[in-house]
């Protein structure tokens, strides 16, 4: 009788130790910064309030102990992990080490940080560094970048974005129009004083040039399809909206030479081989087309933005 009890005992527990394989963070990653860091997180709210405040003292420039300063970077280093967690970096795999380096074998902090700080001026995330360090993965950015004056200016020490200006660490993602006020406006305003000053609402309106593209070839790529049912020769057409697509796929890279004359220049050469393709298919009417929300141009916003000044100096007289 107790030895059947044993069994089955012994069978629940073979069956959670089982599971347990199976479960995601009950092994242990390959790598120490992971395991570490993930286990940084401020569990208690008590804590997390208490570090909010110390935050808000040291943003302040309150005085404040090296004991306080230790508990910033701490917070960060676990934000960091939670922001990076959910990012494309982390669901392909490029993990900690492959921006900071160190040692991912080790298990105490001290043998795995073989890195400098990110302050020193020598470490692979000192700002001035970022580039070549993003670059290694990203070659065609930053040959486009080491074109750019944002260059320059940088390699000379100045007021210039680097790569995580624009793409924040950790979440590293991808920018969207309507975020131009704001990151190109932190330099590019009469406040700041870095000309032109029109850039936001320029790279703004180029943006959305890049968004209108895309829909054009996608429309270029339906009347194809039904003029091919129609038994027309599509042949030369498809031709034209590969070369599109093509440059298409370029023009994320191009943007970082910060050339948006250049930049339009391109995306005019695409429309304008989308306009052929469409010029040997277009008699076949398609059966369903919606246009994209109508957005209002840069020539409409600066003409909105001078409208509103001018009535804003009339009612002040
Ligand atoms: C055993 C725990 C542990 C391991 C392993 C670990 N870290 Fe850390 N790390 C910390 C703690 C705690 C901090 C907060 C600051 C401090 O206490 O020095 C930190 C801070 C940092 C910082 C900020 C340092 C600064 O001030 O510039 C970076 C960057 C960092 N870790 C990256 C890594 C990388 C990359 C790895 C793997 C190669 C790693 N960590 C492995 C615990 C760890
Ligand atoms: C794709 C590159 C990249 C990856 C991956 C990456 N970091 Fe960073 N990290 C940076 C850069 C660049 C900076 C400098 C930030 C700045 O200048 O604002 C930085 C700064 C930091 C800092 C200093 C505090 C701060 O926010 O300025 C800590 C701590 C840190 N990283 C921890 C980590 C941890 C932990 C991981 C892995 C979970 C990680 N990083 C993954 C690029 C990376
Ligand atoms: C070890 C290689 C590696 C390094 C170093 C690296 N990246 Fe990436 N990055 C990738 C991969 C892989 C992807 C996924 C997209 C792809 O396959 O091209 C990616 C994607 C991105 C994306 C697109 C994200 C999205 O949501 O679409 C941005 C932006 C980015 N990286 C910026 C950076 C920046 C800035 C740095 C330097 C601080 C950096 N990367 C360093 C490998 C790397
Ligand atoms: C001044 C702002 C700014 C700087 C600096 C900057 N980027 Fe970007 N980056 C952008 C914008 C905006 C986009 C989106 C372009 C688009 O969608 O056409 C982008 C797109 C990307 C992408 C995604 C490309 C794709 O195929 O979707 C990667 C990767 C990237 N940048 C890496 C970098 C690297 C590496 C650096 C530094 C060498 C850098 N960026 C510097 C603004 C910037
Ligand atoms: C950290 C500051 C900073 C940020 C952020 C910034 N820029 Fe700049 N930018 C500069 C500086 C500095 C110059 C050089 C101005 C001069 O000629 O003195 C410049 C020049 C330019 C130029 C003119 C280039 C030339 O060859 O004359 C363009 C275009 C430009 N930036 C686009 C952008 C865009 C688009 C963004 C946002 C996605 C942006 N910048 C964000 C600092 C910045």
Not at 76 to 84: E, G, H, K, P, S
């Amino acid at each position: 009788m107790q030895m059947v009890f044993f069994n089955k005992i012994l069978i629940v527990l073979l069956i959670l130790a089982g599971i347990s394989i199976f479960l995601p963070g009950v092994y242990a990653s390959e790598n120490s910064c992971i395991d570490c860091h993930k286990t940084l997180t401020p569990f208690i709210e008590e804590q997390k309030r208490f570090n909010q405040i110390r935050i808000q003292h040291l943003e302040r420039n309150a005085a404040c102990s090296l004991e306080c300063h230790e508990d910033r970077i701490r917070q960060l280093a676990t934000a960091n992990y939670q922001q990076w967690q959910e990012s494309l970096h982390a669901i392909k795999g490029v993990a900690c080490e492959a921006c900071h380096g160190g040692d991912i074998k080790q298990a105490t902090k001290e043998k795995a940080h073989t890195f400098k700080n990110t302050t020193d001026p020598e470490s692979p995330v000192y700002y001035t560094n970022v580039p070549k360090t993003c670059g290694n993965c990203h070659p065609k950015e930053l040959d486009n970048f080491e074109n750019s004056t944002h260059f320059k200016k940088l390699e000379s020490l100045q007021l210039a974005p680097t790569c995580t200006t624009c793409h924040h660490p950790h979440t590293f993602t991808v920018l969207n129009p309507e975020d131009f006020r704001n990151s190109c406006g932190n330099c590019h305003s009469v406040y700041k004083n870095v000309a032109p000053f029109d850039i936001p609402l320029k790279a703004e309106d180029m943006l959305r040039k890049v968004n209108k593209l895309k829909f054009n070839i996608d429309n270029a790529r339906e009347d194809i399809f039904w003029a091919k049912k129609n038994g027309t020769d599509v042949g030369q057409a498809e031709k034209y909206t590969e070369n599109a697509l093509k440059t298409l796929g370029d023009l994320a890279p191009m943007w970082h030479e910060f050339n948006l004359t250049h930049f339009e220049d391109i995306i005019d050469s695409a429309n304008l081989e989308v306009k052929k393709a469409e010029d040997i298919v277009k008699p076949t009417p398609s059966p369903t087309r919606t246009e994209p929300a109508r957005v209002p141009g840069f020539i409409g916003l600066t003409g909105l933005i001078s409208l509103i000044a001018v009535f804003y100096i009339l009612r002040k007289k």
